[in-house]
């Protein structure tokens, strides 16, 4: 007979505490950004507002939030298609090649995972300044681009490791370069690890502060992290306007979390399979 598994209650009620802890301050934000300032400070703050309005965005969007918008989008995007265009390279000839050059390298490479970007800032700044390049957003893409191939390697390496070597044989017997087997036997092999890496390394660069904040100064390559920090600022007594920031730049980071979902889990249990 088929015995009746018992439910984990434990599990259950865990699991719902965790839920709790994440909805709860959404729910919050939200509600607080649609309520006016002057029911801030009366009303519950886990209620539904007496009088619901947009004043918050109103006023957010009034402040140059869409010009910090566009630079953090120009940002995010040209940084992730560097990131996967140099790494998809590098992790093709450190897999395909076998001298003791590309193992150096691999090392090497995997070596920059366990430096931390705040110990490397004056460097940075340093030679962002030699480069004539501070204040620019181009200030903020090299930096991000270079501290987030080491991990990108690593995932797309083992991507490329799990392609079998018959492949590569039968192509090259076909008279097949290099550049024909990324572009049309790795590229398309590797799809569920570049969509892994390329929304991870999006939100890092997305969500980036000390780099805005070292590497730039003026109000026309701000960023979003950094103008919701002006934002608290500006708004100090405005809670409202500052979570109406708040939740205008995670739209971004939801829309894309939610496009790439599966192939996001996908990508980070299928590359360590053997």
Do not use: C, H
Not at 153 to 181: C, H, Q, T, Y
Not at 261 to 270: D, H, I, S, W, Y
């Amino acid at each position: 007979m088929r015995t009746r598994q018992r439910p984990n209650v434990l599990a259950g009620i865990a699991g719902w505490l965790w839920l709790a802890v994440i909805i709860v301050p959404i729910y919050y934000i939200v509600l607080t950004s649609l309520r006016p300032q002057s029911a801030y400070y009366t009303e519950n703050p886990l209620t539904w507002p007496g009088e619901p309005t947009l004043d918050a965005y109103r006023l957010v969007l009034e402040n140059e939030f869409l010009r910090y918008l566009g630079n953090s989008l120009l940002v995010t995007l040209v940084s992730v298609a560097l990131i996967l265009v140099v790494s998809l390279m590098a992790s093709y000839y450190l897999v395909r090649s076998s001298t003791r050059l590309s193992r150096g390298t691999l090392r090497l490479v995997l070596l920059g995972i366990a430096i931390p970007i705040q110990a490397t800032i004056i460097p940075v700044y340093y030679l962002i300044v030699q480069l004539g390049l501070y204040d620019r957003l181009l200030a903020l893409i090299l930096p991000s681009v270079a501290f987030a191939i080491p991990i990108t390697v690593l995932i797309i390496v083992n991507f490329v490791r799990d392609i079998p070597a018959e492949l590569f044989e039968s192509m090259r017997v076909d008279g097949a370069s290099d550049w024909k087997m990324l572009t049309t036997l790795v590229l398309p092999l590797s799809r569920p690890a570049l969509v892994t890496v390329g929304i991870y390394d999006a939100l890092n660069v997305w969500n980036g502060f000390l780099f805005p904040l070292i590497l730039t100064q003026s109000s026309e390559v701000r960023v979003l992290p950094l103008s919701l920090w002006t934002y608290q600022g500006q708004f100090s007594v405005n809670v409202p306007a500052v979570l109406a920031a708040v939740t205008l730049s995670a739209v971004p980071v939801l829309a894309a979390y939610v496009a790439g979902r599966r192939q996001l889990v996908a990508g980070l249990t299928a590359g360590f399979g053997k």
